[in-house]
Nanobody, 133 residues
């Protein structure tokens, strides 16, 4: 069992930055996938950034590549999403998630593909990000 708690959301003007954090606790002893998803009102919940804890390889969706960075603290208990040059289309509820049994996934890209195909095992409750023009 894994628990995740997001923080760091807020309101910012276009071009601004926010840094989200996700506190991780529970059974995280093996290599697994950690993800950031987002969901805007009336839209699907979609992954935007992933990291594989074994080796720290990351992957960013094209919608955020070059602006967002996903990272994991050395103790592997805090996940971050640094969001720069925020735009109104980034407005959404942001969720962190964990897939502790990722099958053959062993890279950030593999974690992203898996996140696109199925729901991860565990979710946080989300933190709101609002970007005004």
């Amino acid at each position: 069992h894994v628990q995740l708690v997001e923080s760091g959301g807020g309101s910012v003007k276009a071009g601004g930055s926010l840094r989200l954090s996700c506190a991780i606790s529970g059974d995280t002893t093996s290599n697994y996938c950690l993800d950031w998803f987002r969901q805007a009102p009336g839209k699907e919940r979609v992954p935007v950034a992933t990291i594989f804890t074994g080796g720290g390889e990351t992957f960013l969706d094209v919608s955020v590549e070059g602006r967002f960075t996903i990272s994991l603290d050395n103790d592997k208990n805090t996940l971050h999403l640094q969001m720069n040059d925020l735009q109104p289309e980034d407005t959404a509820m942001y969720y962190c998630s964990a897939d502790v049994n990722p099958g053959s996934a062993d890279s950030g890209l593999a974690c992203y593909i898996r996140a696109r195909l199925r729901d991860p095992d565990f979710w946080g409750r989300g933190t709101q990000v609002t970007v005004s023009s």
